[in-house]
């Protein structure tokens, strides 16, 4: 969501200015700076944008320039100014003191300058078209940028699976190695309350045991969100919300593997899941 677009627009009226800065931000929030004459195009200018970007504080600025024959005249109000000192004459008649107005005084007297503008109609005509072509600039800018960080994710999504595959290949040595050292403890311990243990006890706790630490679960839900991370990627709207959730499931079965890790390379795997999805969670803020 992080862009910029800039765009400078003619006409016999004078030219126009528009810059959008857009950053990450969970909705959209467009901020918009217009001069004066162009606050009455805010509901349309801002309908315009919802059309074009659903997330992204967006920040919206319009400058103009009239051309030569165009600019602004200042020109001096006789009439208000000696009315000013008929006034002033007429209070000092009554009071008899007082300083009178001097000519700083007069000018900021709200009618004794009016300021003459040129016709700024065509310029107001051409602002939303104007702001159109620059919104579809920002647009094809995110875009690119989009591209690349579905290369960047797409690419964090194979090595995932990758690893989902080693530890689908490493679990049949992770429960016969747990199996011994489990049969190991509990027949002691079963020898101790009971020189005849009862087997059938001794394999109930195992198979208890080996429920609580199964991930094959775990594994294919991972499996899924991979799948589903990748076909989020292709569609043709937006979609980062939908991404933030994936990334939120993914971590959690991240987590509970590790919670589940009973030997040192699990455990290392469930680090190197957690670290591809925080680099996949942090480029997702970028995708609208």
């Known amino acids: 969501m992080t862009a910029f677009a800039r765009l400078q627009e003619s006409c016999d009226a004078g030219t126009l200015t528009w810059e959008i800065r857009s ?20 509901p349309e200018i801002r309908k315009l944008v919802s059309r074009y970007l659903k997330r992204g504080k967006v920040d919206i600025g319009l400058r103009f320039k ?8 200042i020109s001096l109000n006789q009439e208000i100014v000696h009315q000013l000192r008929q006034l002033e004459q007429e209070v000092l008649n009554i009071v008899h003191e ?13 009618g004794v300058i009016s300021d003459s503008e040129g016709d700024l109609s065509p310029l107001i005509s051409l602002a939303l078209g104007s702001l159109e072509n ?21 690419s964090r999504c194979t090595k995932i699976s990758k690893i989902v595959q080693q ?8 429960m016969a190695s747990m199996r011994e050292k489990w049969e190991l403890n509990l027949s002691e311990k079963l020898k101790k309350w009971n ?21 094959a679960e775990e594994l294919d839900r991972i499996d899924t969100h991979i799948t589903e991370v990748k076909k989020v990627l292709k569609r043709e709207e937006a979609v980062g919300r939908r991404l933030d959730f994936l990334m939120q499931e993914l971590n959690r079965e991240a987590n509970t593997l590790g919670s589940k890790s009973q ?26």
């Open 23 to 42: 950053v990450n931000h969970r909705y959209l929030e467009p901020g918009l700076k217009l001069p004066d004459d162009f606050k009455s195009l805010e």
């Open 66 to 73: 009239l051309n030569g024959t165009s600019e602004s005249k």
């Open 98 to 110: 007082g300083s009178k107005l001097s000519v700083a005084d007069i000018l900021s007297w709200p």
């Open 134 to 154: 620059t919104l579809k600039q920002l647009v094809e800018t995110r875009e690119t940028e989009g591209q690349a960080l579905a290369i960047m994710i797409n």
């Open 167 to 174: 530890l689908r290949a490493h679990q049949p040595a992770i």
């Open 195 to 215: 020189a005849d243990a009862d087997h059938g006890r001794l394999e109930q706790e195992l198979v208890i045991l080996a429920q609580k630490l199964d991930v």
């Open 263 to 288: 030997d040192s390379q699990t455990t290392q795997y469930s680090v190197d899941l957690k670290v591809l999805i925080e680099q996949m969670r942090e480029q997702v803020q970028n995708i609208e």
